[in-house]
């Protein structure tokens, strides 16, 4: 399976602007970081978490605490995806009651991801709420879930791929728009 | 006047004269007129009261004889009967069978005896000969009153797989078969050593976690009956040997002039305990399927003549019996429909034997074991005939074989060597050109 | 990534496949200590545990890892004399595949019917004991409280004390151990060391103390006098005084090697209660191990065989 690229969505600058965006739209919501978290989820989820917290603490002069949250064993197409996926780790150092949580993702597609992150979180504790921001949310959702934080809406056809690309993983930031081809 | 049967322009393997070449064989009345090498006689040609049959490219044998196989009636008809017996051993390629005393009843008398007799008489495919038990029940307690199962038509003696631990009882009826001019055919397997084993004790039965048979039941227990046949004169016959120190008892044994016998199976000539790897219970034989190291040896006893004949040990059971777990399935191979080819492709395509060699560990050497006439292609000798293409790979199916067991190790692989024909007496018992062929 | 839709021995896994489930049964050790311990991997899935032969620790060890993965349990035992004479495995075979069972976890006493039940049914099939042949989670538990307790098994020496001949235990972690690149020693007293057992990548010591002067652990099987039909050693006794881990063979062993024992211990034939009770056992720590690996052979065997997709596609 290979990725054909059809447009650049996001280069780095409108990433980092995304990002502090979200950052500001955050605080202003929750009226400063008292008993915020951010949850990135497993892989590139995580490093946006990373992300969102720098930017945090640029303006608050203030860390946010930030958990990580490995999904695969709360998604509900285990037995028609692939091989049993990779398990990542998950690590939520502190303590979820009481605490809005912002999950943090790079797409919001079908909501399937964001309902299985929220189940998990839901077996860690009772949070006070629980926010969601995405850097891509490009529609076409199966179940009735939205995105509190959005860097950039993408019109999408389904068979289209949104690939986010971030230093950790693919060292390069940038968000294109492509479909994958079978073979090659 | 009666008719003649005429084979002409075939290859003839008659191993008891050495000839192996194009040639003829021409028979009346069931016996065979003339057979020679050459092109036939002027004589033969276009005669008006012959049939003539058509083999381009065949070989002509004497007809194949097993020295062990067992027909299950009667007691066991689900797993083969002597009508479903002799339609294989026809099948592939024989004129005579000993069949083993193992039924139940088992061939303990002379009724027992008579009664596969008659049977076999209605079946009329194959000569079947019937080997008496040695003890009643074959328990190995109680001699079989010998000479009554002599007259009855008993040709030798055995216990079948169970080998007669109590010496000096084995001694006596070894005694008493020697004074009688008869055969016994003794098992070598010590029970205390075999125990629950079900294969060879070496690497794979550790892999596997199966418990084992170790080389030494066969050779310990081999050891004492060939020194039996020494104090009793008698012609020990030991069937299917597996280990290669059994090959070493019974080279030095006929070098000392014992009257000591062996013969060997196709199943291990061609496969080996690692064969058992996948738990498939067609694997499952006694004696189990040995070492490599030890099939050395057995190939190396055959060409220099140490083992005298090669017996399949016919031995069928039904699926649902195969079916069950490695260690709680019956032991047994069946052969009958695929030992030429399976020897054939084994010892001669792949192996150090010439086709007339093959034909006199499957015909000749087998009659004079058993003291029989046959396995021979001479004029005046009875028209016990194979006609062979040595050439066809063929791979044996479930769906033709005619013997009621399915468990067979050559099933799906493809074999070198096929029987066309089989004549018994001048008569045509099996004709593979007149078979019903498989719908796939 | 892991392929396998069956687990039944070591034998035929790579050391990449014994390595994923390791780390998969890592990732699960961390899910039982979570508030709630349970997740929903195998909700809707149903699991039958085949029992024919009696067992309390696998049983249960089995049962905790498939509740902690939101299965459907269904139990089977059966003594082992009605397997004998009763319905056969082909027939039990039928059954499960009528009952449309997605995963089955059998202990039988026949080598080989794991792979027997396999090749017959459409189910996914995980050994849990062989006849003598193999118990490959067993193998697995104690890979990994080797693993945690030492690091990279390369190198390390590791060995197993016990009736060899008749373990499918010592089996299995021979296989595991060799592929993980791991010196396996085995020790017994002579009837219970099987033919050609070198053949399978170890090495044969009949001297305990010379078998664990340099073992980084050291497993001592249970002397399973059930199985034995006929006499293969003079007795308990006899065994204690030569092949017993007490306190003065543990002397012998390097200060940092661990004792591991599958259970259930005859204290005092095969291992002293001192030393089974002591600072260097880690059998508990194996019963716990247990769980993790037995819910990441169902993770992952429950996969099947399917094609990876992107990781951003949802």
Known sequence: ?184 | MSSLLIFAGLRILDPHRGLDGEGYLVCEEGRILACELGPLPQEYCDHERARYVEAKGAALAPAFRDLRVHFREPGYEDRETIESGCAAAAAGGYSDVWVMPNSRPCADSAAAIRFVLDRARESGLCRVHPVGAITKGLEGREMVEFGDLVDAGAVGFSDDLRWVQDGGLMRHCMEYAAMLGTVVISHPEDPTLSREGVMHEGAWSTRLGLAAIPAAAEVSACARDIELARLTGVHLHVPHVSCRETVELIRSAKAQGLGVTADITPHHLDFVDADCRDYDTCFKAKPPLRSTFDQEALVEGLVDGTLDAIACDHAPHTPTDKERTFPHAPFGVIGLETSFAAAHDRLVCRGPLSPLQLVELMSTRPAAIMEQEGGRLEAGATADLVLLDLEESWVPQSSTLRSRGRNCPWLGRSLQGRVIATYVGGRCTFDLRREPQPLF | MFQQKHLLDLESLSAEEITEILDTADSFRQVLERPIPKVPVLRAKTIANLFFEPSTRTRISFELAEKRLSADVVNFSASGSSVQKGETLRDTADNILAMKVDMIVMRHPDSGAARYLAQRVSASVINAGDGMHAHPTQALLDLLTLRQRLGDLQGRKVTIVGDIAHSRVARSNIWGLTKLGAEVTVCGPAPMIPADIETLGCQVEFDFGSAIGDADAVNVLRIQLERQKHQIFPGNREYARAFRLDREMLRRTPEHCIIMHPGPMNRDVEISTEVADGPRQVILDQVTNGVAVRMAVLYLVSGGVRETLGENLE
């Open chain 1, 1 to 184: 399976m290979v990725f054909r690229e059809k447009a650049q969505i996001l280069d780095a600058d409108d990433m980092r602007r995304a990002v502090i965006r979200i950052a500001h739209e955050i605080l202003e919501r929750n009226h400063g970081i008292d008993r915020v978290a951010l949850v990135g989820i497993q892989r590139r989820g995580v490093t946006l978490a990373r992300e969102v917290q720098d930017a945090i603490e640029e303006i608050e002069s203030r860390k946010v605490p930030l958990g990580i949250l490995d999904i695969t064993f709360y998604r509900d197409d285990l037995s028609t995806l692939g091989p049993a996926p990779r398990v990542g780790q998950t690590d939520l150092p502190f303590d979820l009651n009481d605490t809005v949580v912002v999950l943090v993702d790079d797409v919001l597609f079908t909501g399937r991801t964001a309902r299985a992150a929220l189940n998990e979180l839901m077996d860690f504790g009772r949070a006070r709420a629980i926010q969601l921001a995405v850097l891509v949310d490009r529609g076409h959702r199966e179940l009735p879930i939205r995105a509190d934080y959005v860097g950039k809406n993408v019109p999408t056809s389904k068979k289209e791929v949104i690939k986010v690309m971030v230093e950790d993983f693919d060292g390069i930031r940038r968000v294109a728009l492509g479909e994958i081809e079978e073979g090659a």
